[in-house]
């Protein structure tokens, strides 16, 4: 831990008028003018970085877009949001067929992330993208369901795997699933180990997926609000492509008006996530939602709400800054392991991919051709970590 008891120590970030437009209108009140000049171009500029356009689209009408923004910003957010919109309605329509072939092969999933919160009604339509589904089966079925999307003609994806789902399965259309055999962060009150379906289903955790049929779930509330807080958090923490922003959106969204009670449900499910790391969440959201953020000092403060906020606006803004949040990702993994162990195998995953996956990457089927695969992932990796180890130099990362 660093500074106020979290795991960052970010740097310094102005609020702009453009960045507390950004932050307002994707999270605040939006009845009313914005106030003050405003650069239209550098506050969409500043939406996409954060991962805010879209949002800000679902919640904002027209009218005052045009207004605030200047025509030409508030057409291309608009039409940036419209082919975001065009893009989840593709993988949503996904869902009924999943949950169709859960219902064929008498198999339970519990739909998680953008999944479960598009099932639970929780989602304005347009204001979250998604890359793939998530759902959460028992081992023995993921690995039953994941044969039997192969045979249907799903591919294996490239996308690296991990210990907590099987290889990313793509269909004919370009959508992408993601078979999770536990949630990392997510544990049953008093236990430590990252929950799967069965400890969730004894727990009393999981409940009925509305129109889906008897073999679709959703997590219940509060270990759904404690999923995403350590999703975002703890297992991305801005340290790729996953944006903070989107799990404080999510939690905002989950818990309207009751934050803090609601984050101190969701606290005895986390595993990995800090109590000030839940504070300062709780009391960002807030925030946020109230439109509040005239008290912030993002420079100076040392609070963790203002740290929390600079740490998300760094990690978007600042190439350094997120460069180093790579490397203490990598060295403080999210793990219900001991740390060394969970290292040791993200790096062997990293270094040595299987070979499907460098097939599926770079092509090449001879034994010839695998080795020469081998070779050249090998060189691009040992390049790829002297960038990290070097931008975390000069980046002065925690």
């Known amino acids: 831990m660093t500074s ?5 120590t970010p740097p310094a970030v102005a609020l702009t008028q453009e960045l ?7 999270f605040g ?21 954060l991962c805010l356009a879209d949002r800000i689209g679902a919640r904002v009408a027209p009218p005052p877009l045009l207004a605030e923004l200047g025509r030409e910003a508030a057409l291309s957010l608009s039409a940036g949001r419209l082919a975001t919109m065009a893009r989840m309605r593709r993988l949503i329509a996904l869902i009924p067929d999943l949950a169709s072939l859960a219902a064929a092969e008498g198999v339970p999933v519990v739909l998680v992330k953008f999944a479960g919160l598009h099932a639970g009604g929780h989602l304005a339509e347009g204001a979250r993208s998604a890359s793939d589904l ?21 591919l294996v994806s490239e996308v690296m795997t991990a210990d907590h789902h099987l290889p990313p399965l793509l269909d004919d259309k370009g959508r992408l699933v993601e078979l999770h055999t536990h949630l990392p962060g997510l544990a049953v009150p008093g236990t430590r180990r990252f929950a799967g379906f069965d400890a969730l289903l004894d727990a009393g955790a999981l409940e009925p997926a509305p129109g889906l049929g008897p073999y679709v779930h959703l997590l219940r509330r509060a270990p759904m609000v404690a999923h995403l807080v350590a999703h975002g958090l703890a297992h991305h923490g801005g340290a790729d492509a996953y944006p903070v922003t989107r799990m404080l959106g999510d939690v905002i969204d989950l818990l309207p008006g009751r934050l803090e009670a609601g984050l101190g449900e969701a606290r005895e499910w986390m595993s990995g996530v800090s109590a000030a790391e839940v504070e300062a969440v709780a009391t960002l959201c ?11 000092d993002t420079v100076n403060g040392g609070r963790p709400a203002e740290l929390l906020l600079r740490h998300v606006l760094a990690g ?13 990702h990598v060295l403080r993994p999210l793990t219900d392991e001991p740390r060394w162990w969970k290292m040791l195998k993200t790096v062997r995953r990293a270094a040595f991919p299987p070979r499907a996956q460098l097939a599926a990457r770079m092509g090449g089927a001879s034994r010839g051709g695998r080795l020469r695969r081998r070779l050249a992932h090998a060189a691009a990796f040992a390049g790829h970590v002297s960038r990290l180890a070097l931008n975390a130099i000069r980046g002065h990362p925690s």
Do not use: H, I, K
């Not at 939006?30 to 969409?44: F, S």
């Not at 998530?134 to 799903?154: M, Q």
């Not at 807030?286 to 912030?296: D, F, P, R, S, V």
């Open 29 to 49: 009140p939006t009845q009313g003018p914005w106030r003050g000049a405003l650069d239209g171009a550098e506050a969409l500029r500043l939406a996409g970085a």
């Open 316 to 328: 978007a803004l600042d190439p350094g800054y997120r460069s180093g949040l790579v490397v203490a």
């Open 286 to 296: 807030e925030a946020l939602e109230n439109g509040a953020l005239e008290g912030m």
């Open 134 to 154: 998530d759902l959460l089966l028992r081992p023995d079925d993921a690995t039953r369901a994941f044969e039997t999307l192969r045979g249907r003609g799903w």
């Open 20 to 26: 507390r437009w950004v932050l307002g209108r994707a």
């Open 4 to 8: 106020a008891g979290l795991p960052f």
